[in-house]
């Protein structure tokens, strides 16, 4: 293991990851006429779920979503407000994906960075990096009663960013050239990376479209 970021890049990471993953749960929530206790619920679960599970994976202690005194106001707080935007944010209909993509790529570099500096391996850190950038998101739709749009097979590309990011993490973390800067760069290229896929249609294969274009 050589030099990964420095623990207030990561914390920055984080915190602004929680923020967006919050808004995104929150208005999904409104959208679907969730009452406010299920606002905040979706919310905060959205916006800590990729890190407990990641915590618990690495088994570093208590999960931060509870050691941390400030994750859980955050979430609420970005929940709240969101909630409470909800009407101007409505009527930008991308709102809830583009927050969604900004989580997606601020997660995937912290989780993917907390994991190489916690000692796993360069294959485990890249896994539970896109666990920790896709895991929210996953809990959200499900708690919403929607199909994860990472397992669906008409969803644009999700996991693959994410996967891209935590290796770029992982590989500069392993050759001791992690920086703010880098860091910076590779979530703004996992949001990049989403955004585009979401305007252009991009899709990961599956069977049954490999299968039609060969017949």
Known sequence: MTGGLDQSVVTLLEFAGIIAFAASGSLLAVRKDFDLIGVLALG???ALGGGFVRDLVIADGTPA???DPW???TALAAAVVSAAA???LARW???????DALGLGLFCVAGASVSADAGLGALASVLVGVVTATGGGVLRDTLSGDAPQIFRVDSTLYAVPAAIGSTVTVTLHGTGSSSAAAA???AAMVI???LVAL???WRAPSPARVGQTSS
């Open 65 to 67: 979503a509870f050691s």
């Open 71 to 73: 994750l859980l106001p």
């Open 44 to 46: 905060t679960v959205t």
């Open 86 to 88: 909800h009407r101007p």
């Open 184 to 186: 910076l760069a590779t």
């Open 199 to 201: 305007r252009l249609g």
């Open 192 to 194: 990049t990376l989403r």
């Open 93 to 99: 209909h991308r709102a809830m994906l583009v927050f």
